[in-house]
């Protein structure tokens, strides 16, 4: 009896994390392959890189149409062109000015360090080229991370807020929040392989845009065998 009542009172043991090849199973079982990043061209990437920073990608669709329709998408035509010319095309993404004067610093970038060749660019070596773009203004490491990974096919996994989100609620996260925590959580358990970071980081998107929303909708998440947050809320 004495030896139950000790076996009773044992704390809980913590429940183990699920491997993030499960997860990404799970997600790629539910929504398939999403083609990710939709663009004609490596520079078409980054200009939307840039276009979708606080923007739905719908908008950000409007604005690339634009600059396509008026034959300024290469980093020379997009230098030729007056700001103010410039945030009306991008008028449809949101903070036109400041998207304007940013497009700008990267094809300066493009110009300047790279004679204008996009593919001698994407080509440098990424660490150094990741030092660059960081230093251009309007671009963080998410965008300069997106620029690497879809642009330029490097494997750096790229973390946004949806990454945050949905992974904080299947409590499996690192245990700071800065950026380089995040992903260097991600690039210590999957195998460096930009193909996989690339399926990976938009099936999270497409995941957080459909069910784990802000209110997510928990009874039809396929990953909802992995999540102890929507365990909770559906036994609720």
């Known amino acids: 009896m004495v030896a139950m009542e000790r076996s009773a009172m044992r704390p809980e043991q913590p429940r183990p994390e699920p491997p993030l090849l499960a997860i990404y199973g799970a997600l790629l079982e539910a ?22 920073q606080a923007a739905a990608w719908t908008n950000v669709e409007r604005a690339i149409a ?44 493009i110009v300047d360090r790279f004679g204008g060749d996009v593919d001698a660019m994407l080509a440098h070596d990424p660490e150094e080229l990741r030092r660059l773009l960081l230093a251009t ?8 991370d997106s620029i690497l990974l879809y642009a330029a ?19 499996v996260r690192p245990p700071g929040d800065t950026y380089g925590e995040w992903q260097e959580f991600f690039t ?19 995941h957080c845009k459909e069910r784990c929303r802000v209110r997510p909708l928990c009874l039809s998440c396929p990953v909802l065998p992995l999540c102890p947050t929507g365990q909770g809320t559906v036994s609720t």
């Not at 096919?153 to 409590?171: E, N």
């Open 188 to 206: 210590a358990r999957l195998p460096r392989d930009a193909s996989l970071y690339n399926e990976f980081h938009a099936l999270i998107v497409r």
């Open 137 to 144: 203004y309007g671009i963080g490491p998410e965008t300069a």
């Open 66 to 109: 634009q600059l396509k329709a008026t034959g300024v998408m290469s980093p020379q035509a997009i230098l030729a062109l007056a700001e103010h010319d410039l945030a009306r095309l991008v008028r449809p993404a949101g903070y036109f000015n400041a998207k304007a004067r940013k497009l700008k610093a990267l094809c300066s970038l």
């Open 31 to 52: 929504y398939g392959p999403q083609h990710w990043w939709p663009a004609e061209s490596p520079f078409e990437v980054m200009v939307g890189a840039i276009l979708t």
């Open 153 to 171: 096919g490097r494997p750096y996994f790229v973390v946004d807020a949806y990454t945050r989100r949905l992974f904080a609620r299947l409590q």
